[in-house]
């Protein structure tokens, strides 16, 4: 099973990154990803570079205010393939939304 990831690497670049798939570990939970939303207002800030402590998009920064890389990840939906040890709310095949 592949892992790819949409990265933010610098302002103003996105890069499609193929990463190892995670180790399940103790009370974790791996999702297959099935959908996910894009909030504009996130996304922007990652490829504009907002630091990570604002509360507006529209702010400019220094670079050592801002961490890279930067990845989204909230607000999608997807099928539980693992479950680590302890985990008992959920099992493979459910559906699930984080």
């Known amino acids: 099973m592949t892992n790819p990831n949409i ?4 302002v103003g670049t996105a890069e499609l990154v193929d990463r190892p798939m995670p180790d399940v570990k ?3 939970v791996l999702v ?3 959908r996910s939303c894009i909030s504009s207002g996130t996304e922007r800030a990652n490829l504009t570079g907002v ?3 604002a509360t507006s ?3 400019d ?3 050592d ?3 890279w890389p930067r990845q989204g990840g909230y607000s999608s939906s997807g099928v539980v393939e693992r479950v680590g040890e302890s985990v008992t709310s959920v099992a493979p095949g459910d559906r ?3």
């Not at 990265?7 to 610098?10: G, Y």
């Open 32 to 34: 297959r990803l099935v």
């Open 7 to 10: 990265v933010f690497t610098k």
């Open 26 to 28: 103790a009370g974790e």
């Open 51 to 53: 630091p990570d402590n």
């Open 57 to 59: 998009i529209y702010v």
């Open 65 to 67: 205010q801002v961490t």
């Open 61 to 63: 920064a220094p670079d």
């Open 96 to 98: 699930v939304s984080m």
